[in-house]
């Protein structure tokens, strides 16, 4: 049967301060939201581990088979009623004598100590186990939380992914949004946005909004037909008045180059004229004259007096490097 899973409840279980192992049914609550949401945003898992409900199950019965058979600890022996506390025992009264003797016991002087056998002394007795349970937010170490800090900022599958897609531009948007960052949260909706993949787009845009980004509930708000639309035009006003041409090394696109690229794929001519231009000042002239194509098929002017400019400059150089005609 399935539970609940609420986000107070979410945050105890994952910071372990709810005692012993979840149901059956929280687990599976958790496992299918996981599940739908690696269906709906057209995520790679990364995981070596159960990849269904079924395997889960599986992997959580293994579980509660061995803690079932795990010894339990033993419970601290409990005095019978009555019992002197062994503070007290050699003094019944709790009192001491001026020369800082404790009296003798009222039914005669105590024995002396047994002599101890001979050979090593005998190993000493294990410590009390503590009922507090320990995390890693009770240790103040430097290193722990450099090495926590480092942990959360290694390449994750959606880093490696987003890189493909937005090179550098949308792995540094993903840090930025993952810590936080209202506008690199909208910005990576709207990328993934006129790229096509609404789902999370979405979950992007909404806590971009929720944390105040008018652009981002602007876009939340709108129809769903006109959502890529509207990010298209977003994506291209984010990169004027103007671009940078240079890359930080080969094959990885400027920033101004993925936004006119995702404007690019959503159907946006004013900014596949711009990539065009991008390519053409790169010096790579064929991917520009197939992007200006692209917009001339569309009758954008621009398109259409860059495509006619380039073909003929083209055209000419081809003409002067043939060998002149003999007669």
Known sequence: MLRVVTAAVLSDVMSRKRQGPPSWGWVATYVLTCLDFLDESGATLDFEGPADLQGWYEHWKAMRHRLDRAPAFPAPAMPPPGAVPPESAADPAGESRQDGQHAAPADGPVSPAPVAPPGPPPDPPPPALTTRILRWQ?????SLKDW????RHQQSMAHRRLYELFGRHG????IAAEDGGREAACRLGILLLCHDRPNEARAWLKAAAEDGDAPADILLNAAPSRRREMAAELAYEFTLPGYAQDRPDEGTPTAAEVYYRAATAAGHMGATVRLGLIFEARGDLTSALHTFAR????CHPDGLRHFERLNDQLTRSQDDSRPGDSH
């Open 148 to 151: 926590l800090h480092r942990l």
């Open 171 to 174: 792995a540094d948007l993903l």
């Open 138 to 142: 009770d240790l103040h170490d430097a």
């Open 295 to 298: 917009a001339a098929a569309r």
